[in-house]
């Protein structure tokens, strides 16, 4: 079974540009989480998707990001216009809806982000 | 909302000795602990995770204990081994809030051989 992929792997951009970032989920996970780690600091949740819909999007930055998951499939986070400090490596992560207490997040590699 | 401090942020140790990371949370509403290690280049992947109705838990060389009345938590690797070199994260969460992930800072582990 294939797990949380995403791309780019990298990205170099200029300050003002435009980045979208894509990932698939495991086949079959309806829940879908962005995470952000920036340099040197701890791993912090951006916002999270039950199939198409935004559960809890408390993380995000500013309306600088924009998490879209059309279908309730692959999500992309777009990032317009990009400024320095969102550089950092962005996660995506994925489960299973169950009746347990939690499901276990899947990992994908990240996208390294590196905006000059 | 929730706050999770790692200790130490780097740890040292010679192969077959045991190391331990120590993580505290904040919320005691938090249900769910898990453990990553990430390695270069790849994603953070679940080593171990433990529910807030267990004390301890056991996966061959790797344990989970949890002290709810304390709100701390901790993961002990025994006989450690040169690949075991890794950045370990915990993280703490409840179903309440979507079972978000708070994590801790991180700590870089070197086995040294």
């Known amino acids: 079974e294939a797990g949380v992929t995403q791309f780019p792997s990298h990205s170099v951009i200029e300050k003002g540009q435009t980045v979208t970032l894509r990932c698939d989920p495991i086949?079959?996970?309806?829940?879908l989480y962005w995470y952000r780690r920036v340099m040197g600091k701890e791993i912090k949740f951006l916002l999270h998707?039950?199939?198409?819909?935004?559960?809890?999007e408390s993380g995000m930055p500013n309306n600088r990001f924009l998490a879209e998951r059309t279908g309730g499939t692959y999500s992309t986070l777009k990032v317009q216009p990009a400024e320095l400090e969102d550089s950092g490596v962005y996660f995506c992560?994925?489960?299973?809806?169950?009746?347990?207490?939690?499901?276990?997040?899947?990992f994908g590699p990240g996208t390294r982000l590196l905006v000059l | 909302g929730e706050n999770v401090e790692q200790h130490p942020s780097t740890l040292s140790v010679q192969e077959g000795d045991s190391a331990v990371i120590k993580c505290t949370y904040s919320?005691?509403?938090?249900?769910?602990f898990p453990w990553y290690k990430q390695e270069l280049g790849k994603g953070p992947q679940l080593i171990i995770d433990?529910?807030?109705?267990?004390g301890e838990k056991k996966d061959q060389r790797i344990a989970v204990t949890l002290n709810k009345t304390a709100k701390h938590f901790s993961l002990h690797i025994t006989e450690t081994q040169p690949e075991d070199s890794a950045v370990y994260f915990c993280?703490?969460?409840?179903?309440?809030?979507?079972?978000?992930?708070?994590f801790g800072g991180g700590t870089r582990v070197l086995v040294k051989p």
């Open positions: 998707f039950v199939k198409e819909s935004k559960q809890d």
């Open positions: 919320d005691s509403a938090s249900n769910y």
């Open positions: 086949s079959g996970h309806d829940n």
């Open positions: 993280a703490a969460s409840r179903r309440a809030a979507g079972n978000k992930l708070t």
């Open positions: 992560a994925s489960s299973q809806v169950t009746s347990t207490w939690a499901e276990t997040q899947y």
């Open positions: 433990i529910r807030s109705n267990v």
